[in-house]
């Protein structure tokens, strides 16, 4: 073609060719693409809010809980970031609103995640999920509860999680770790926020696995995890002592340290995983 730029001369053979003799038909079809966004309540007692972030064709699930030291933080908090993930994984995500401290301390926030994960697992064939494509995951003071609900369903013997997506994690109230003990002034998150969270979260109630998954003694049996630490995090070294903990006890995990979260996480999950075999999956681990 005369006159065009030799470095897009390749590309011109692609350009849709534009036919008007009947504009109907050269309409585009709308595109089904764009993930749907569904507020609904999930009765039990109490109710417990959740928002669905729905990509189109999506078969997987990630039940997800917000941050916030258990005491902040809700659906639209949680929105944006709800919202990437499902768009980045191409599955659903239910975003739970689980009750706050201190007016509801553990173990209210569990069972309200535990509750939404067999709501999911009860009514999965309604929005086209796949029972056996169902996980669990959280941030940071989210992802304590996310760990704990894969616990008790373990013991429960269901409803099954496929895998656990646990970033940032607040796993141990006792932050004895090297990082919790001299990790103590970092922004956003310090060793004073993590122990004043932890004191509203357990109220009067003694810490046990179900609150601090990293007291846990017995991990074998659990879903497969993908652990993202951040580098300066007080809750740092408990993540990776988790993942190991999970790995002596059989469970394939993966667990990465670096910068604080900046971008959707692209985690190398196991095959389990809800977004595995989509477009937009990683490629599955080994377990390493």
Do not use: K
């Not at 999920?129 to 760990?147: E, F, L, N, T, W």
């Not at 190991?244 to 910068?259: D, E, F, K, Y």
């Amino acid at each position: 073609m005369a006159g065009t730029d030799p470095e897009l001369e390749a590309f011109v053979p692609f350009f849709v060719r534009l036919d008007l003799t009947d504009p109907a038909a050269a309409r585009p079809a709308p595109d089904t693409s764009a993930p749907t966004v569904e507020d609904r309540t999930v009765p039990v007692g109490p109710d417990v809010p959740v928002r669905i972030h729905r990509p189109y064709g999506a078969r997987g699930a990630v039940v997800s809980m917000h941050g916030g030291g258990w005491v902040l933080g809700d659906l639209d908090t949680e929105h944006h970031w709800a919202a990437r993930i499902a768009a980045g994984s191409g599955a659903t995500v239910i975003s739970v609103g689980y009750r706050l401290a201190p007016g509801h301390p553990y173990p209210a926030a569990l069972d309200d995640v535990h509750a939404v994960l067999a709501w999911t697992a009860g009514h999965a064939a309604e929005p086209g999920i796949d029972p056996a494509r169902i996980a669990v995951g959280g941030h940071s003071s989210g992802a304590g509860p996310a760990a704990a609900v894969a616990l008790r369903a373990r013991d429960r013997r269901g409803p099954a999680v496929c895998c656990q997506l646990l970033d940032e994690a607040a796993l141990d109230d006792r932050q004895e770790t090297w990082s919790a003990r001299n990790l103590t002034g970092t922004p956003w998150s310090d060793r004073a926020t993590g122990a004043a969270a932890w004191r509203h979260y357990l109220g009067s109630t003694p810490a046990t696995p179900y609150a601090a998954p990293a007291r846990a003694t017995d991990l074998s049996g659990l879903p497969p995890a993908y652990i993202a630490a951040a580098e300066l995090d007080p809750n740092r070294d408990e993540d990776i002592a988790y993942a190991r903990g999970l790995l002596r006890a059989g469970v394939a995990s993966n667990c990465t340290s670096g910068p604080a979260r900046s971008t959707v996480p692209r985690p190398s999950c196991p095959p389990t995983c809800p977004g595995a075999g989509s477009r937009n999956s990683p490629r599955p681990c080994a377990g390493r």
